[in-house]
């Protein structure tokens, strides 16, 4: 049986649960590969929202729909009793694959270090993925509710990747950082860059916190961020501020360097679409200079798909979230298989065993949630 065939009937095709407000929908009305299209469309007025995933590769098509029915909740989202007591919070997982196997990604951060070294490259952020079976199939809508209900802050979001071309493929993940959020006249972003992996003792915990929020190679690695986000927003706002130095925030599995950045804008026409793909993406999952670095990354990497790309929703006023597709997994469209990611950004200064163990710590987050 398949795992839709009891699906609730309120079983969202996109969700963004944030503490600050969510977003559900139904429906398909329409759909966009070209974001600057669909861009346009709202800006027009001949849409009411758009929602989806944006792609890591700027040039590959996105996945992104005009919702027939729109549901907003000013918190975040409680997911269905099915998803938490009933038929549909069976899941049984394992795992097949590493893509690249564990010494093979260590060869590559060493690489990707002696290419810093020597080239006008200052960071670049590699990942590596895990394949996951599900008997029986998975309903992806279980995943994000067991993410929603795992996380600190009860993040989690949905994507349909169908407009892409994978058909009934869904993203799913629980993601911490805001790319860019627009309400009214006001632009926030939260980017995170500079991790480390928290520790079940609380003393150890706090020890490894502190560490991070003085660490001169993290707090590098974050400024690159800090800066590309300042370089892109500063000319299409009349203010911005974003502190000198970093806080720490923290996720059940992770310590994170995070900047709050406010502006306002200067054009009220330029919606939360045309922001994220202003700024997507960001040195935190790609590196600097961004086309150096996404070219290193598409020669060692397979295809990334929307890892690393943005997930959210704008409406036609141009209010909107856009969160980095990060701390997730791409579902089949038949529930038997998913692929997760995780990435570490790469200095002169990285240590690539360290690198290694924050890309393990990261992928807990997806496969303590599938019980791996």
Known sequence: MSASQHRPASAPDFLLSRATGSVRTQGSLATYTDPWEAA???RSGAVPMVVGALPFERAAPAA?????KILREDGPLEPHSYYRFGEGARLSASIDSLDPEELEHLRRIEAAIETIRHSKLDKVVLARAVDISFDPPVD?????????????????????LSPAGSQGHMLVGSSPEVLVKRQGSTVTAYPLAGSAARHRDPRSDEAVGQALFHSEKDLAEHRFVVDHLRSALAPLCSSLDAPAHPELTQTAEMWHLATPIVGQLSNPSTSALDLALRVYPTPAVCGTPTDAAEALIQTAETDRGF?????????RHGDGEYMVAIRCAEVSGDGTTARAWAGGGIVEQSDAEEELAETTAKLRTILRSLDL
Do not use: K
């Open 40 to 42: 346009d469309a709202l």
């Open 64 to 68: 992104l729909t005009v919702p027939e």
């Open 140 to 160: 992806a809508r279980l995943v994000a509710a067991r993410l929603i209900d795992r996380s600190t802050h009860r993040d989690g979001f949905i994507a349909d």
């Open 307 to 315: 890892y690393g790309g943005a997930v959210g929703w704008c409406d």
